[in-house]
């Protein structure tokens, strides 16, 4: 099967080539039938002809059609007409009425505080080029608004990457499980955040190669690996220099290819490496002398070795050198000598960065490099303390907040804190969103957004390397608009269209093919690829075989055209630069910090979502059932709490209510608990990111949300109880700030009715 005119559909059916758009290293390309007659979409599927989707979806995305067609959505803009906050109430106005009323702020904020006191905040609630990052970009460039950091998932990683090997990456998974014989999953619980490279592990497995994982928990996958290394938390950085120790002391390391290919290693081996001895390594990372061992010499006995990290390695204090430590494993034994070896996070590097991005953002359109950033991680004390990512005192504070792709109030970590800025009635808020989300609440203006079978784009896969097109199957439901057309009508509101030849006349299909135009120069997994082709068949394998992608040939794209393990640029920032292992903050070793607080969290993506999207999907949200948190047997016994109890998670900053799950073989001092739980259906109406800081990685700018420290306790019903009518119904209580609005601020409110409300609104409050 080439094409989707080869997939037999009934009369009266069409098929359709789409991409998913979410935030996975999959990217699959899916066939959607549609009813020609009613204009419906009526069934989702895999693209038996793609390599790596392979004409199956996982769990989350075979619901894409019950996630379209919800009643959540939004679907007609509206605006706030009572206070803000949960239960905050809206009424349908019109487009136009909305648009007049966001850029007669934009207009206003601008002439009485400049415009860097308007704040952009968006991120990965769709991942094509042109809803990520396209149309948007050009309006801000224009307007000179405050500029965004978009840290808060993947950057620590990305410039560990960036300051070794530059914007290289190895092969991906699926290209490697045909020849690695060792395949280690560090950090990587692939068979719920990446289902569909499950199928080339099982396969190299039955070819005999060995599956490895490295996590602190025990997961989906850890269960279906040959071997499962459990280091402590927020230790990896010490296991890989204990292992590159252990190799290099028995002389199995490569020193043709380090002298040849790598700037540094000298240095690493004189003067970094004998610091971790066995005995040092186990310590610090609770893994016994002689799995270190074991492990540094299974991995040294092939250079057909591959390792697969995740993104989950990324979210700790001291997140960039344990990057830098395990991507440097394959230098020592000459792992990329060989097709399928290597170590590396994905390949968002090339596949993203590579993009000609001046010509689709348009940065010439406007001084903005010069306006202060918010570090959208950062994003409760910049609107709470006026901060901004230098930690200089922004004035004016951010007056006016764009909230698009993202869910601030339920995402960002210290989310109380977030809140707290949301809510000032000084700030106006914008929310551009499929659904009513938890940021929705605080908002002046709501805006309806689109689905991807409502819109067009190109899609580059982080985790494979396929470029995907998308094109609308349906009709934009209600009054939906997608990103790119939003901003178009934002710019003609603001007179931007003069002056700026056709930055917001350019449609779609014209910014994709542009894309397309230009790469094959700048991009060599671009070369040879073009619309026609890509639009015909819905995905392009790029092109990995470029010569210019012969690294070993013609060096790495780095300053020295080697692979960096000495970075000058790190040394630059204050950071060692040579691979370290740093005690992580709130974290392990943090000892002072443990007496209070003994319980490391690490918020995991969960089975049943992606991080805050498909939780208005009714089946998948009872699948998922209820919020959970993984304690260890002996952790749980010493507080008295039993499977299923209710228990509290608390620290200074806030806490959450989860479920127990007693877990056998989970580390002591380690819990587990969903990342972006939706707050509305979370007992006490926030989730684990109530507990976090907002504390950046040694670098990269990135989020700690696993340096966190917590107790935890059964949770008392009658103190809840109290601290939920409290939180209701006090001075600043929801209920109350109605009241006082109504004009009716002396009128008694009862529990009952407190309750009544609040279940109303927060379904999962009082639960």
């Known amino acids: 099967m080439k094409s989707n005119e080869k997939i037999k559909v009934p009369k009266g059916f069409s098929s359709h080539h789409v991409c998913c758009p979410h935030d996975c290293p999959d990217t699959c390309s899916m066939i959607v039938t549609r009813d020609d007659k009613t204009g419906k979409a009526v069934r989702i599927q895999g693209d038996p002809t793609h390599p790596v989707t392979k004409g199956y979806l996982c769990n989350k995305v075979n619901h894409y059609l019950d996630l379209v067609y919800n009643e959540n959505r939004v679907l007609y803009p509206h605006k706030r007409i009572g206070p803000k906050g949960p239960g905050a109430a809206f009424e349908r106005i019109s487009w136009e009425e ?17 415009s860097e006191a308007i704040q952009p905040y968006s991120y990965s609630g769709t991942l094509g080029m042109l809803g990520f990052w396209s149309m948007d970009q050009r309006f801000w460039n224009k307007m000179e608004a405050g500029r965004l950091i978009q840290s808060i998932c993947i950057y620590a990683a990305f410039y560990a990457n960036l300051y070794t090997y530059g914007l290289a990456n ?20 692939l068979v719920s955040t990446g289902v569909h490279a499950v199928p080339f592990i099982r396969q190299a497995k039955e070819r005999g190669a060995k599956i490895i994982t490295i996590d602190p928990r025990k997961t989906r996958t850890t269960v279906m690996s040959d071997w499962h290394i459990q280091p402590r938390p927020g230790t ?44 040092n390594v186990e310590k610090i990372t609770g893994v016994s002398k002689e799995d270190i061992r074991k492990f540094a010499h299974e991995y040294s006995s092939t250079r057909k070795t591959h390792i697969r990290a995740n993104y989950g390695v990324n979210r700790h204090s001291n997140s960039g050198q344990m990057c830098r430590a395990i991507l440097i494993l394959p230098c020592i034994t000459g792992a990329w000598r060989e097709a399928c070896g290597g170590a590396g996070f994905g390949n968002l590097e090339e596949m993203w960065q590579r993009f000609n991005l001046k010509s689709l953002q348009r940065p010439d359109l406007g001084d903005r490099a010069s306006k202060r950033a918010v570090n959208m991680v950062q994003i409760g004390r910049a609107l709470v303390d006026n901060l901004d990512a230098k930690n200089n005192l922004m004035d004016p504070p951010i007056k006016s907040l764009f909230v698009y792709n993202s869910d601030p109030a339920n995402c960002a970590p210290n989310s109380n804190r977030v809140r707290e800025g949301l809510i000032r009635d000084d700030l ?96 060599p997994l671009m070369e ?10 819905g995905w392009v394998r790029a092109c990995v075989h470029s010569e210019r992608r012969n690294y070993l040939k013609n060096g790495w794209p780095t300053r020295s055209g080697k692979i960096e393990i000495w970075s000058e640029k790190l040394k630059k920032e204050g950071q060692d630069p040579l691979p370290t292992h740093i005690p992580e903050i709130e974290g392990q070793e943090d000892i002072d910090q443990r007496k209070k607080y003994p319980i490391q969290v690490l918020s995991t993506a969960t089975h049943y979502f992606i991080g ?20 260890n047997p002996e952790d749980a016994k010493e507080r008295a709490i039993s499977e299923g109890d209710l228990c509290r998670l608390y620290n200074d900053r806030g806490e959450t ?31 684990a990111n109530a507990l976090n800081s907002e504390l950046l990685t040694d670098f990269g700018m990135s989020p700690t949300f696993y340096s966190c420290l917590v107790q935890i306790e059964k949770a008392d019903p009658k103190d809840l109880k109290k601290k939920l009518l409290t939180k209701w119904s006090g001075k600043k209580g929801y209920v109350k700030r109605w009241r006082e609005m109504e004009g009716n601020k002396n009128i008694k409110i009862s529990d009952e009715e407190i309750i009544n409300y609040a279940k109303k609104n927060n379904p999962g409050i009082f639960d």
């Open 98 to 114: 909305a648009l007049d009323t966001v850029t007669d702020n934009f207009k206003d904020v601008i002439e009485h505080f400049g």
């Open 170 to 189: 190895g092969p991906s998974l699926q290209d490697a499980s045909d020849e690695a014989e060792i395949i280690i999953l560090w950090g990587s619980n």
């Open 236 to 279: 990896d950085a010490a296991l890989a220099l204990g292992v590159m120790k252990e190799i290099v002391d028995n002389n199995l390391h490569d020193i043709e290819f380090l002298q040849n290919y790598t700037l540094g290693w000298k240095e690493l081996i004189e003067t970094k490496l004998p610091k971790y001895t066995l005995d």
């Open 428 to 523: 106006f808020v914008t929310v551009h969103d499929t659904f009513w989300t938890e940021t929705c609440n605080y908002a002046d203006i709501v805006l309806p957004a689109d689905t991807q079978l409502e819109r067009t784009d190109l899609h580059a896969a982080y985790g494979h390397y396929h470029y995907s097109m998308n094109k609308p199957v349906i009709e934009p439901l209600g009054e939906s608009v997608r990103n790119t057309e939003l901003f178009r009508l934002l710019a003609k509101k603001m007179d931007y269209l003069e002056d700026t030849d056709n930055a917001f006349t350019q449609t779609d299909e014209e910014m994709i093919r542009d894309i397309l135009c230009d790469e094959g120069e700048s991009n």
């Open 528 to 537: 040879g690829i073009t619309y026609e082709e890509i639009e015909k068949n």
């Open 612 to 631: 805050n999207s498909f939780q208005s999907v009714d089946r998948l949200r009872a699948m998922m059932s209820r919020p959970t948190v993984e304690l």
């Open 657 to 687: 209510f989860a479920y127990a799950v007693i877990i056998d073989g989970l580390i002591s001092g380690v819990c587990g608990t969903q990342k972006q739980y939706k707050g509305s259906n979370t007992v006490g109406g926030v989730n």
